[in-house]
């Protein structure tokens, strides 16, 4: 039983379209995360959720919006999507925002062609 | 200056070898210490936790954190083909929102 699921797990698409991917977790946490991958396995925070909550919201564009209808998930939909937004999308959760152990899903690898 | 610096490698050792993996960092207000593994198209996944100071020991695994130098270790003892992966680490403040990761770096372990 998956603990934090993404899906879909490989999404290609064209620039300029609008997609969503999708995070759930069953670990009963308070947190969820948004984290992006680069080509360089750097993993950046773009997004975070404390109850529904906003509580990070990095310098990303805006062409990217969170949305947490319950605690147990997280969505993150991309307007308008650019080359440069080629890269893998993780979703995380904690048990509270102060811990520092999170939970990540598989991911999801998306490319802009 | 990174908030966090860790060498990206790649590291790469005979099986049964032991395997330091370092991170330097700048903020003096990071607590929360982890080490994170990640296979290749999968999630990373927690591997150490320690909060402050000291050294921590799970199986093969140790961590250590050094405050006063602001740096942390990974030691991984017998290393095994299956400890080939990406290995991140990641600090955070106490009461802070964000976690910081490091670049990650690659370990292959040749059998």
């Known amino acids: 039983d998956t603990a934090v699921s993404q899906t879909p797990k490989y999404l290609v698409t064209q620039m300029g379209n609008d997609k969503s991917i999708k995070c759930e977790q069953n670990?009963?946490?308070?947190?969820m995360y948004w984290y992006k991958q680069d080509s360089k396995k750097f993993l950046k925070i773009m997004f975070s959720?404390?109850?529904?909550?906003?509580?990070i919201n990095e310098t990303v564009p805006n062409r990217f919006s969170p949305k947490s209808p319950d605690k147990a998930h997280l969505n993150l939909h991309i307007n308008s999507l650019e080359l440069g937004d080629s890269a893998v999308y993780f979703c995380?959760?904690?048990?509270?925002?102060?811990?520092?152990?999170?939970?990540f899903g598989q991911g999801t690898r998306l490319t802009v062609v | 200056q990174k908030e966090v610096e860790q060498d990206p490698g790649p590291l790469s050792v005979p099986e049964g070898a032991i395997v330091s993996l370092n991170c330097t960092y700048s903020?003096?207000?990071?607590?929360?210490f982890m080490w994170y593994r990640q296979y290749s198209r999968k999630g990373p996944e927690l591997l150490m936790y320690?909060?402050?100071?000291g050294n921590k020991e799970d199986g093969r695994f140790t961590a250590q954190v050094d405050k006063s130098s602001k740096y942390i270790s990974l030691f991984i003892r017998d290393s095994q083909p299956s400890d080939s992966a990406t290995y991140l680490c990641?600090?955070?403040?106490?009461?802070?929102?964000?976690?910081?990761f490091g670049a990650g770096t690659r370990l292959f372990v040749k059998a």
């Open positions: 959720y404390n109850n529904k909550e906003l509580i």
């Open positions: 903020n003096s207000a990071f607590q929360y």
């Open positions: 995380a959760s904690s048990q509270e925002y102060r811990a520092g152990e999170a939970f």
């Open positions: 990641a600090m955070k403040k106490d009461g802070g929102f964000k976690t910081i």
């Open positions: 320690t909060y402050s100071s």
């Open positions: 670990l009963g946490h308070d947190t």
